[in-house]
């Protein structure tokens, strides 16, 4: 069972204890022949004690009732243990104090139990009013609740802020060791785009050249180096794959969407773009075939990041242009937006620079051109005419 119920139950369990000990407190102060608890009183004490079940929702309104009620039972001289019953006003200023964080509120529940405190010691026959003794007996009665509540709030307010603190700090210590790792990533996709995939891309080249030179050579030494050129083309490939994985892992299935799936993915980009108050002309080519799975995953994120950018910068009242297209042998994107009054030229952002990397990635280019009105991303991938994957 988790801490936090236990101690819910134990509260509850506490504060329904006056209902069982008032009764009992009440026998203990009636003795037969000699003094006998009225049925007022009665009435009154296990009023307060089912008052008093309410506390944790309403404090001041419960300490009110409870001040109240007390002013009443200490007109009555109950004798013994029945005369404790009127000082669950106390615990009832002391609540208020403890949960309500408005000063008028404490202000007002102590004054109600003052004035309770002060009406039973003027009720006293047996001792004068105006004297020292009354004016130590309040503060004793109505101060130290009050100093309690106030010190139980203090130290759950300490508490709070202690575990929002650990939280904070956990969530600094998770953000960095994130950082760390996404610093790693990209790391390990430099070194392994430096040292291999610039050498694998020489080594495809090189064979395509290859094959045109021996293009009269013995078929089988024409099948060798297909074939090695294949090889190292599907290599080439797997490479690319494993940098967008190192740099972006979560990516991962978004990287996953099918050719067909891509069209219906730019639209429904072009829908949010749309809801959020923007007029979008879009013209988008159907045939987008011979994006591998780096291309297809680098023009949604190019037209999406692009389309963002709109929805922060653009103004509204003029429409959004976006075009995807095929042309020089790949995939053309153009968005152009008009820029809102005062917005910044910022060409080097942080999304902007990861649409430059992604898209030098796949083998494409991109350019952002900003003017005194408007804004135009240019994007171009490769793709091939054949079947599609293949490089």
Known sequence: MPQSIRRRDLLSWARGLPLLLVPLLLLAGTFPGEYRVPAW????????????????????????????????????????????????????????????????????????????VLLGLASETYSTFWRPATAVETLAVVGLPLLLGLYLRAQRDLAATYAARAAEAEERRAGEAARVRA????????????????????????????????????????SVLGDVHATASGALSDIRHLLVALRDPALGEVALVEADAVPDEIASAVTRARAAGLTVDADVDPALAGLDAIGRLTLLRVVQESLTNTMRHADPSAPVTLSVTRRDGGIAVRVTNRRRTGAERNTVGHGLIGMTERVSLAGGTLDVDVDDENWRVDAWLPAETGTEGER
């Open 183 to 222: 610093d790693e990533r990209s790391a390990l996709a430099r070194e392994l785009h430096d040292l291999v995939a610039h050498h694998m891309a020489s080594i495809v080249l090189r064979i395509g050249v290859a094959q045109h030179v021996v293009a009269e050579a013995d078929p089988q030494v024409r």
């Open 41 to 116: 009183y009665w009435a009154a004490a296990l009023t307060a004690a089912a008052v008093f079940l309410l506390g944790g929702r309403r404090p001041l309104p419960v300490s009110l009732v409870l001040s109240a009620l007390a002013a009443v039972m200490f007109t009555e001289h109950a004798w013994g243990l029945a005369g404790l019953v009127p000082y669950l006003g106390a615990v009832g200023t002391g609540e208020v104090a403890m949960r309500t964080r408005r000063p008028v509120s404490v202000i007002v529940a102590t004054a109600c139990w003052t004035g309770a």
